[in-house]
């Protein structure tokens, strides 16, 4: 793609995010085909051979066709529900989803999906698209303190992180077009069974993991500068998530103790008024204001802790996301170095046979091979091996670069969505804060005046002072 | 509002001479070492009192004030002369001794400079109370305080105020023992415990809240960090994440300020805390007076009861002559009658003293000291929604700076 800098962090002159109409570039309408139900490119299986006519196609399949600026596809996530087997206890939330969208058979969907189902449509988006960066799931497990699966708190704040996911699947343009997506969004719930069983199978997945760990072990050679920045950002970026994470929730800690004491404040004015006769109005007046500016305060913890605290979490999750997702995209490329060294081997095993170098044949004529027999045939042997090696570093050269492709146009919409996230959290927090100190502005100002107007009104029925 | 001193300066009563004359002023606090009564080094803080005839400044011109140096136990003795000569009288309180009430950042030092101001500012409070007193302002001996350095000391000692104080276990023994205590004099002494004990865990409470608040604050300057170093590594966010994390760290900064002004608040407090204690001071000696007018008028009684026993020939069972003659000496009727009559004076006398002296003037200084309290107080609560309303002012200010930054990011 033109236009794409090396340096993962220096910004576009546009900043990418998924409501605006903003592009990388304008592409052709044979790309658009690319969209359809029927090409599922890098779908399922990678054992699957079924591979697009050209290389061009496949790196113009990760060119982002223009984003509209109207949805087409809207999704809720709500409306837990606890449910009760003779094995295990476990909620279900509803999924509704309205389209326009031609691929979907009707327009409006309303299906319930519980936590694994997330997972799975999670694995095989990943499986089908290793190098584009997803939003995260929320965690499995809560490690911090006695949290019960099952707490009020746990499952909406669970809720509302399913839903974001869901929500970034459906407004990416290449995620929101995979099948599995399709199906986790309308199919009932023995029809999702049924075809998660039908997936890639144990063997196929096994292979997978072993390659995959394979390539780790191997690692990657000419890892190209823009990734290694990209790696070196995120872990500077995960970093500063997790301290900014800590910092607030270390604030929401501070603010209930500060609550607590507030709390005890008040009352202690209230109890001095009883003893009082002409301070009485004024003791009262006081307490009130405390009481009320103790509701703003615990109005301001409550919005701390469903924005900001859930949302840099989010991002700490993000992180592991992307670093992820950088380790697959090293693996990728790994592979295809280690086809490359075979390819190079078998060739100068070949070169060698030419040389008459290879004494492998004269053993073969112990055996009543003739040696020149022995020797044509390990040569076609060789030039097959060859040409299938050939064949498939092609294919794993072309995937690196889709892989690469895909990163780096996900990597700035990555980056965009992170910025809006971020300042709009920010933004809300600050606009929260300043809600809260009007709030309390306003009741100490009213006391103060309603004393100011009292005593005037005193001291002109000529009281004391 | 006007300024902190005008709110804190305490209410003319009518005729209150000294203050309308003469400036007076705590101007400064000094360290001082020296060896003391049992000749070892210490360090102790004097004050500097400065004064001046108060018209001395109009004509125009500044004359520098007369000044001298005191030390607190100084002040502490001229309060003790205070308590003893006029007991009829709240005494103004002084400062606190030592840092109570103290929340975290405070120390609890006597020699920090936080702690010596506002005693100084204290200091200053009690002799501006003493002076403009209707009664207290006249009194020779304060007088001398805030004029003659040296000899004055002396000059306490010679009043003899010592002698005519109460011991603590006659006023105490008192308190158990009146039979008829004087039903406001009850209820006020009442009142007083009341105010003691809600000043002093409103001060409490305070102190926790102030505390927690200034956590809050401060953890907020670690988001001054954590942006600082993260807009290293952003290029679009960069700036915003710069400038709002220096508003975080101007936000955490302006919690001492805040905290500061509230101390002036919880030094109000503590003064009426003190006062209370100065009523009751009141309150005790009626009873004490009460007391010692009821013995009398039992000493009295049996007396009579003696006489009457003895003119209707009523017979004890133990020793007549020996309770006669302890009661009546070796005396004549005639004596004895007199010398009733003289008692039954005495009594009288007693009586318009306590009725006539104490309570009257007591009373007129109890309903003096309730309108300055409660003026006082009034000032106090609303210099207190003002200082609120300043944080709060603050804070919007901060926070709409900060969200103006976020949304540059």
């Known amino acids: 793609m033109s236009g794409m800098s090396a340096d993962p962090a220096q910004a576009l002159p546009a900043v990418m995010s998924p409501l605006s109409g903003q592009m990388l570039e304008l592409d052709e309408d044979d790309d658009l085909e690319v969209f359809s139900k029927d090409m599922n490119l890098m779908d399922g299986s990678p054992m699957n051979a079924s591979m697009p006519t050209s290389p061009a196609s496949m790196i113009n399949q990760y060119k982002f066709e223009e984003e509209t600026d109207a949805k087409d596809i809207f999704v809720t996530v709500d409306n837990p ?7 295990e206890t476990f909620i279900t939330y509803r999924v509704v989803t309205k389209t326009t969208r031609s691929e979907f058979d009707s327009c409006e969907y309303e299906v319930r999906r519980r936590y694994q189902d997330f997972l799975w449509l999670k694995e095989r988006l990943e499986e089908g698209h290793p190098t584009l960066i997803m939003h995260p799931l929320p965690e499995k497990f809560v490690m911090k303190g006695m949290v019960e699966r099952f707490n009020d708190d746990f499952i909406e704040t669970r809720q509302k992180a399913l839903h974001k996911f869901l929500n970034r699947v459906a407004d990416h343009p ?95 004015y209230t109890l001095w008024s009883g003893s009082e006769e002409e301070l009485v109005e004024p003791l009262k007046g006081v307490a009130s204001c405390i009481d009320r500016c103790c509701k703003a305060t615990e109005e301001q913890i409550g919005h701390l802790s469903e924005n900001l605290v859930p949302l840099l979490h989010e991002y700490v999750l993000c992180t592991d996301s992307v670093k992820a997702v950088l380790r697959r995209r ?136 | 509002m006007t300024s902190e001193k005008e709110s804190r300066v305490p209410i003319m009563a009518e005729g209150s001479c000294l203050l309308r004359k003469m400036e007076i002023s705590v101007a400064e606090a000094e360290k001082r070492t020296g060896k003391n009564a049992v000749n070892m080094q210490e360090t102790y803080t004097v004050y500097l009192i400065e004064t001046r005839p108060a018209d001395s400044v109009t004509e125009g011109h500044n004359p520098v004030p007369d000044s001298l140096w005191r030390r607190y136990s100084e002040f502490e003795l001229l309060r003790n002369y205070l308590l003893v000569t006029y007991p009829f009288i ?32 204290g200091l200053e409070n009690f002799l501006l109370r003493v002076a403009s007193h209707p009664v207290l302002s006249s009194d020779k001996i304060f007088f001398l305080f805030l004029t003659e350095e040296n000899g004055w000391k002396e000059a306490v000692f010679e009043t003899g105020f010592l002698a005519k104080s109460d011991s603590r276990l006659k006023a105490l023994n008192a308190t158990f023992r009146v039979k008829n205590p004087d039903k406001r004099f009850s209820e006020l002494k009442h009142y007083s415990d009341e105010l003691q ?34 807009s290293a590594i952003e290029k679009e966010m960069g700036d915003g994440l710069q400038s709002a994390g220096h508003h975080m760290d101007a936000y955490a900064a302006s919690v001492d300020d805040i905290l500061e002004e509230e101390e002036h ?12 204690e100065a009523v009751k001071a009141v309150c005790r000696k009626h009873e004490l007076l009460q007391y010692e007018l009821e013995t009398a008028s039992q000493d009295l009684a049996s007396k009579k009861q003696q006489q009457e026993e003895l003119a209707a020939g009523t017979v004890r069972t133990f020793s007549f002559k020996g309770m006669t003659s302890k009661l009546f000496g070796q005396e004549t009727p005639e004596q004895r009658e007199a010398k009733l009559k003289v008692l039954e004076e005495q009594i009288k006398e007693g009586e318009e003293e306590l009725q006539k002296e104490f309570v009257k003037n007591a009373w007129k200084d109890i309903e003096r000291f309730k309108e300055q309290k409660d003026h006082d107080l009034r000032e106090a609560l609303m210099s207190y929604a003002v200082m609120q309303i300043s944080m709060c002012k603050k804070g919007i200010q901060v926070w709409t700076n900060a969200k103006e930054c976020f949304s540059k990011m």
């Open chain 1, 81 to 87: 529900e606890s449910h009760v087997t003779a094995l």
């Open chain 1, 174 to 268: 290449i995620l929101s077009c995979h099948e599995d997506f399709k199906i986790f969004l309308t199919a009932q719930a023995w029809e999702l069974t049924s075809h998660k069983k039908q997936g890639p199978g144990f063997l196929s997945r096994m292979g997978d993991t072993v390659r995959a760990v394979a390539a780790s072990v191997r690692g990657v050679r000419n890892r190209p500068e823009e990734f290694t920045a990209m790696l070196e950002y995120v872990d500077s970026f995960g970093q500063k998530m997790i301290s900014l994470d800590k910092v607030t929730q270390r604030i929401v800690k501070e603010q209930k103790e500060y609550l607590g004491e507030l709390k005890e404040y008040g009352p202690v």
């Open chain 1, 330 to 465: 090293d693996n990728i490329q790994a592979e295809s170095e280690a086809k490359n060294d075979a390819l190079a081997n078998r060739k100068a095993d070949r070169e060698a046979l030419k040389d008459s170098k290879d004494l492998g044949f004269v053993l073969g004529s112990f055996l009543g091979k003739k040696p020149e027999e022995a020797k044509q045939q390990k040569e076609q042997r060789l030039d097959s091996e060859i040409n299938e090696l050939k064949e498939e570093v092609e294919r794993l050269e072309d995937k690196v670069e889709c892989a690469n492709n895909a990163l780096k146009g996900d990597w700035l919409r990555w980056q965009g969505n992170m910025r809006s996230d971020i300042k709009a959290a920010f933004v809300s927090t600050a606009e929260k804060n300043v809600d809260y100190y009007e709030k309390c502005l306003a009741v100490w100002e009213s006391f103060l005046t309603s004393q100011t107007a009292a005593h005037d009104m005193e001291s002109n029925s000529g009281h004391s002072s």
């Open chain 2, 90 to 121: 709240v005494i103004p309180p002084l400062p606190e001794k030592r840092a109570e009430f103290v929340w975290h950042k405070l120390s609890a030092d006597n020699m920090d400079p936080d702690f010596v101001e506002r005693r100084r500012i």
């Open chain 2, 197 to 230: 004990s809600v000043t002093s865990q409103l001060l409490r409470v305070r102190a926790r809240v102030a505390d927690r608040l200034y956590g809050v604050y401060k953890v907020h300057g670690n988001y001054g960090r954590v942006f600082s170093e993260w």
């Open chain 2, 265 to 276: 608040y919880a030094d109000q407090l503590k003064e009426y805390l003190f006062y209370a």
